[in-house]
């Protein structure tokens, strides 16, 4: 929105350095975009005002802004006029008829107006802020509007038919054609402002064409009326209108402020165009007007506003500061305050916490010291399923990820790019969303992979030579029964290349994704395995596989694939609760052993197998023929080439055998390990030989 700094100076002195008021007006949380010189020599600030804050978006509001932060007075603009001895009430009669959609309206009558061009300072501030002038009258509504922030309606008195203004409901088949000379079909829906005969405007949002003030006008009705936020913002949508009027009205606007405006435009109005102000103000309430704008009174502990800043605040300034914006305190104890909230702060002041952030952003949040939290202690002992997830994620930092978070929902083309996670899923469809942002968000996720490819490729494509990211979150799929499956799943993504270019660089491989979740199966206590697979849709058939827990299929893992963005991108997701179940068996099962006195003995075994061999048959073989000595094995190498059959693969295997508090020898090492080695070869159809470490 903009402001003309010409014009706040007629209701607080401005500092002389516009930037340096700029700065403050930001750090108190109306943030000034631009600041622009009018060819007049007004400076104009053009403020981003937040939904919330409807009583800054007028050049009164934001001058008690200013007054605040500068310690100026503030001066309000003059409201008195001199009425003729004929009252308005005998002119105009107001009734209204949706006490639930407009709980107040207030009309002013101005007779005799010379309706023509405003004077050049009206026009020139009107101009400074991106409004055309028109009409002296039409132009002390807008003006009114941007000084105090009430919207207002000026009108041909001549035209009102019946001498009665009616606010209600429109009629079924009821027309409207509005000051853009378009008819509009109403619907008993919206709120209208009526004659004895029919419409003259669309409550909140548009004048109509027939009752617009034209140069032939001499008599002038201002409407000034306070308009439910709900019921102009569906009339507005419906229309497809917004206006300056509408933008206020649903947001809230002062409910007290509508006979102080009435009048400040009929006082313009006389004075510009040589009119006679009618005595009174035709002020109509609703009885819900009391109850539906009741003012709350909040308790303010100042001890508790210190311990909350973690500063102390200056003594005396929060009071006069909440003074100063309209707030109005009673003490109630030593540093306790009773604070009453102004009309014009009903839309966004409603307890504490709110009264923390006025005074917080007048002291300034850059004037409270930086200090470290305090870290106290914790409510209650982790659950098994926190700890699980600091564990997660503490493990995959270590192995160099860095954690996401994406949208719980994505498109159709998403939900289908990649498998969707857990048993029983492909039999699942997508949860619909009832009303999505676009058809990009249309359905909930049913995995947490599109999203993280999504993710890597906007970074691969920002020349980002390396990416790992994991994610913990939620999936969605919906049953044959109608009923939502919701799952907490694991995602990783990496592509790219690990190390660096004066070290050892080598590119990011499947293997190394795979090497991730045997970690975190490591960590949680069971050996994972994984099975190929070639239907799974979106990764690549001959890098793809499932991934298996505990007998249980538990999630997948693979190639991405389609066009790389720079590198091959390698993705894995499994269930967080087939980790959690083995985490929880395993706590429970844990012992301490201590370390033993006696070395043991490696011995190297390498297996000439097929290609087609996975390493998790022959783990089975191993674990099945397991000898007692035996305390660890884990693969040390893979070789294709030269030496070695086409088709197949040497696999060399490093096996640790300890004899606890008894020292093995060598021969029975090499007893046990030959059986072993006999075993692979009979059940895998493998041979081998071994090589003492």
Known sequence: ????????????????????????????????????????????????????????????????????????????????????????????????????????????????????????????????????????????????????????????????????????????????????????????????????????????????????????????LIESAWFDPMSVRRTSKRMGMHTDASHRFERGADPEIQARAASRAARLIAEIGGGTVLAGVVDTMAPEHATRHAVPTIPLDLDRLDAFAGAAMPEGKPEEWLTGLGFTIERTGERQLSVTAPSWRLSDVEETADLYEEVLRIHGYDAIPSSLPSLGEPDAPPTPRQTLRRRLRRELAGCGYVEAINWAFHSHADAASLPPLGEGADAEGPVELANPLSELYSVMRRSLLPGLVASVRYNARRDVESVRLFELGHTFGRGADGEVVERESLALAAGGTLGTPWEHEVEIDLFDVKGVLEELATVTGERLETRPADDLPGLVPGAAAQVWLDGRRAGVIGRVAGEDEGFPLYVAEIEVDRLETTTERQEAAREVVAPPRLPGIRVDLTLTHSLDTPWAEIEQVIEAERPSELVRYELKDRYTGKGVPEGAVNTTITFLYHGGERQLTQDEVNEKQDALAAALAKRCGLQGREEQA
Not at 55 to 80: C, F, K, S, W, Y
Not at 215 to 220: I, K, L, N, Y
């Open 1 to 220: 929105m903009l402001f003309s700094c010409d014009w706040l100076s007629d209701y607080v002195d401005l500092p002389e350095d516009r930037e340096e008021l700029a700065r403050r007006l930001t750090a108190a949380g109306l943030a000034v975009e631009l600041i622009e010189q009018t060819a007049d020599g007004d400076t104009v600030f053009d403020i981003d005002i937040t939904t919330n804050r409807v009583d800054a978006m007028n050049h009164l509001g934001l001058a008690r802004e200013v007054a605040v932060l500068t310690g100026q007075p503030l001066r309000q603009p003059e409201i008195a006029t001199e009425d003729a001895p004929e009252s308005a009430a005998s002119t105009i009669r107001v009734e209204i008829d949706a006490p639930d959609l407009c709980t107040r309206y207030a009309a002013r009558v101005v007779l005799g107006v010379t309706v023509g061009p405003s004077p050049d300072w009206m026009a020139r501030r009107l101009r400074a802020i991106g409004l055309r002038p028109i009409n002296n009258v039409v132009d002390v509504t807008n003006y009114v509007l941007w000084e105090m922030g009430q919207p207002l309606h000026g009108f041909d008195l001549t035209r009102i038919a019946g001498g009665v203004i009616r606010v209600r409901r429109a009629a079924e088949e009821e027309h409207l054609v509005t000051l853009d000379d378009v008819e509009r079909a109403l619907d008993p829906e919206m709120l209208v402002i009526a004659d004895a005969a029919k419409p003259v405007a669309l409550a909140g949002v548009m004048g109509g064409l027939e009752s617009e003030v034209t140069e032939s006008t001499r008599d002038v």
